[in-house]
């Protein structure tokens, strides 16, 4: 097939559940590129790829597949007919090899025995399709990293016909080296001739690996363009519909005594002896590679997992405390957002109000009976301060887009008035606009006094936000960068400086399940 | 989807089907009331004052258990050693009463109490080392029937009219078990709906981890549950003994699966964070009408049970379908 031909091509493609989604979407997808679609969450990114990859079908519009209309009605057929997807969250059985799981819906047997001679033959070469000829076939998947189980994935779409190949935010959970090992196969697909769809809301990964984007904004195409006419800037502001700055004013704010100390945190090998101090109205950010123990130290902290060593003071004057579980950390005045807010925070059936006044409950009742209107006006009261976009405080919380969700769970915490608040990725998987929401509340919040310690991988967002920046390599705080004397090379020689005596491409991503 | 639903006729749509409205009720009440009007026509005598009180005397014990296994189910549990817990405590009053001489409201006060000590066991092994309590409940279960044996030597242990004042019908053939455990089920609904401690456990259903990094500690809540379906146990075994006059170290067995059906018909979620008292009311009437009509129109005891099992799988089912359109109506 020659390059840049058309092989999937949709026209006039819409769909429609309660309301319309995707409105009347034209675009070609073409061998041998890589067409980057993004916009913001609720955009249609992830409609427009199902409908494609057949898992539903459109209400309005047609599709041309290499010549033939094409209108899957299922996920197998299309992947019969060589459209394929990678999911975000990775369908993968953790207790079954490599082999079994490249071949669980074929597996080579005779009488119903496993060929396992065969089975491992067809499984190395599967695997030397993603240049991981070297994993032994006969691994149990779940004992690999991050990165190599989505190679698993993504070497398990390449078994038979491969035409059309989509990628939904691969990145999302790997290490900076696994995204150069995925960056190196998406380039040898491509010049193979697949077509090759790639999602991702990181700009500065669509700019190196696409040469085209696609750009959605409210269930509609907004461009369709090659990738270098656009600066980021401008990709950003296609997206948003509206000028976002580059640079936030933290306002004026009084940066205090420490308010937080903590002294050797050690748990395990995933967090080794870590010390550091947070003042108040102070924005603390912590660096450093997934799996680096960014999420781990947050944890002891905030008495969600038990430490081997380590002592915290809190207040003002510093007070030794002793925090053993969530419940004394919050009793401390200690708030933990966490990164996986639908595992990890939310009740997602339960409506806003009863998720805000999770923890909140003393406050909202009397001698241990609901009083239903202050709960709801204390939702209310959420809803408005964090701007969360709603139909009713009665609506379930499932329902909101992310970054909504995310506003619901701060809401819950500014309620509490505690102190100390750790913020672990806040802003993954926020669309541009509601990012900023929450940088101002972050700003607002140091405004007030309180100590913040964020964590996150997006390094620009802290270098934006942060006053100071500590980075964390396998569980060690290498150092602690000011505001005046960071740069993003330096931060980043210091997440890998851990691993250099390590093995590290298969321990940097030490699984860091949401369990 | 234009068509017009039944829930759309003036009743409340709660959203995404978690939780229980007018609808849900109806529809049970409906069930039931389908039953009432096919058992009447099948047999004369179905409809009567008779069945009534004979129903009415006989669904205590069921009603106050399926009220215990609905909090259980709702914070993902489930207690399989409901019916001899109830054997237990049972055999307990009988030897505090006939073996030591107490009186009979001190030896009901002790039953009760051993009950929710045995519920508090399988909630504390089940919280301290995190073990399901389907296996730590099945232990209790036969822990418990061995003791019930232990202290009657077997037998059934004739204890007397002490208790009957319980059974005996005050007004309309009701009697004050049927109060009782009418109040139960009252007081249970809105300790789940109007306090603290219901919303915990409604929540600690849906996402134990997310209400522990709340900072709130879900393990006495846990353990409180199972400690009141203990309670519950023992306070059925009271209003079996009155009824029976004797405690029979075999009561209660197979007991636990009559109450999970009743919960289930109702349409509590076996996987937690979902779940109605009234709905369980509704389920144990459900399926106490069933058994009642089945003896009267004379349907042999295979018979009834392959129908009762068909009602309890059609009721799952019907739910599902329930629970999966409310979701898709969002």
């Not at chain 1, 034209?26 to 067409?35: A, I």
């Amino acid at each position: 097939m020659s390059a840049h031909e058309s092989v999937l091509s949709v026209t006039g493609l819409g769909k429609t559940y309660a309301q319309p989604v995707l409105g009347d979407v034209t675009l070609d997808l073409r061998g041998g590129e890589v067409l980057a679609l993004t916009g913001e969450n609720g955009a249609g990114k992830s409609t427009l790829s199902k409908l494609i990859s057949g898992l539903e079908t459109p209400t309005t519009g047609q599709m041309t597949y290499r010549g033939q209309p094409y209108s899957p009605g299922s996920r197998s057929e299309a992947e019969r007919l060589g459209v394929r997807m990678v999911m975000q969250e990775l369908n993968l059985l953790p207790t079954l090899t490599v082999a079994e799981n490249l071949f669980l819906d074929n597996l080579p047997s005779h009488a119903g025995w496993i060929s396992q001679k065969r089975l491992r033959q067809l499984a190395t070469a599967a695997m030397a399709q993603v240049g991981l000829d070297a994993i032994d076939p006969d691994t149990p998947v779940g004992e690999l990293g991050i990165g190599h189980q989505q190679m698993v994935e993504i070497a398990r779409n390449l078994i038979g016909d491969c035409h059309v190949l989509i990628f939904d935010e691969p990145t999302a959970m790997l290490t900076a080296r696994e995204v150069e090992l995925l960056f190196t196969q998406i380039e040898r697909l491509r010049q193979r001739g697949v077509a090759i769809v790639y999602i991702s809301h990181r700009l500065e990964e669509l700019q190196r690996v696409s040469q085209r984007i696609a750009v959605l904004r409210d269930g509609k195409l907004v461009c369709a363009e090659p990738i270098a006419r656009y600066s980021s800037n401008e990709l950003v502001n296609l997206m948003v519909g509206r000028e976002v700055g580059e640079h936030i004013d933290l306002g004026r704010r009084e940066i205090g005594a420490p308010l937080l100390k903590v002294e050797h945190m050690t748990r395990g090998d995933k967090v080794r002896d870590v010390s550091f101090e947070v003042r108040a109205g102070e924005i603390f950010g912590i660096s450093g590679l997934i799996g680096a123990g960014r999420t781990e130290l947050l944890r002891l902290i905030y008495g969600a997992d038990r430490a081997d060593s380590g002592s915290i003071q809190l207040g003002r004057p510093l007070q030794p405390v002793n925090i053993d579980s969530p419940k004394a950390a919050v009793r401390a005045g200690i708030a933990l957002i966490t990164e996986d807010r639908k595992g990890e925070g939310l009740l997602l059936p339960h409506s806003i109000s009863a998720n805000v006044a999770l923890g909140n409950l003393g406050a909202v009742s009397r001698a241990g009976v609901l009083d239903p209107h202050a709960e709801r006006q204390l939702a209310e009261r959420q809803i408005s301060a964090m701007r969360i976009r709603s139909a009713s405080p009665a609506q379930a919380v499932g329902e909101l887009s992310g970054g909504n969700q995310q506003k619901v769970v701060i809401g819950r915490w500014l309620e509490r008035d505690c102190q100390v608040l750790m913020f672990d990725e806040p802003t993954r998987g926020i669309d541009v606009g509601a990012k900023f929401d929450i940088y101002g509340l972050l700003a607002e919040l140091a405004r007030q006094g309180k100590a913040l310690v964020v964590v996150s991988s997006d390094l620009r967002e802290l270098m934006l936000i942060c006053d100071r920046i500590a980075v964390l390599s396998a569980g060690q705080l290498i150092e602690t960068f000011d505001r005046d004397g960071w740069s993003q090379d330096q931060i980043l020689a210091a997440a890998f400086a851990g691993y250099q005596k390590r093995d590290a491409l298969l321990h940097d991503a030490a699984p860091r399940m949401d369990a | 989807m234009k068509t017009p639903t039944l829930d759309s006729a003036g009743t409340p749509v709660r959203r995404s089907g978690t939780y229980f409205g007018l609808g849900t009720y109806l529809g049970l009440a409906g069930a039931l009331l389908a039953m009432i009007v096919l058992f009447s026509f099948l047999s004369s005598h179905f409809l009567s004052y008779a069945t009534f009180s004979t129903l009415a005397n006989q669904i205590p014990d069921l009603m106050v258990l399926a009220v215990g296994m609905t909090f259980v189910l709702i914070i993902g549990g489930i207690d399989l050693s409901v019916g001899s817990v109830l054997a237990l405590a049972a055999s307990t009053v009988s030897v505090a009463i006939l073996g030591w001489g107490w009186s009979v409201l001190p030896a009901a006060l002790l039953g009760m109490a051993i009950a929710a000590l045995a519920g508090s066991i399988t909630g504390a092994v089940t919280v301290a080392w995190r073990i399901p309590s389907f296996i730590v409940s099945l232990g209790v279960l036969e822990m418990a029937r061995g003791l019930a044996y232990q202290f009657t030597d077997s037998r059934t242990a004739y204890i007397g009219d002490a208790f009957s004042w319980f059974s005996n019908p005050i007004a309309f053939g009701i009697s004050p078990a049927f109060i009782i455990a009418l109040l139960v089920i009252i007081l249970a609904q809105l300790v789940l709906t109007r306090t603290v401690f219901g919303r915990y456990l409604i929540g600690i259903g849906t996402n134990e981890e997310a209400v522990r990094l709340a900072g709130i500690d879900p393990r006495p809540y846990k353990i409180g549950v199972f400690a009141l379906m203990g309670l519950l146990a023992g306070l059925a075994a009271l209003f079996q003994i009155s009824r029976l006059e004797a405690a029979d170290p075999n009561a209660g067995s197979g007991l636990e699966l009559q109450v999970i059906a009743a919960v289930v018909i109702g349409g509590t979620s076996l996987m937690g964070g979902r779940g109605s008292i009234i709905s369980t009311f509704f389920g144990v009437l459900i399926i106490s009408v069933l058994a009642a009509g089945l003896a009267q129109i004379g349907a042999s005891e295979p018979t009834k049970r392959i129908i009762t099992g068909a009602v309890i799988v059609i009721a799952v089912v019907l739910d599902t379908y329930r629970s999966r359109r409310a979701t898709r109506r969002n």
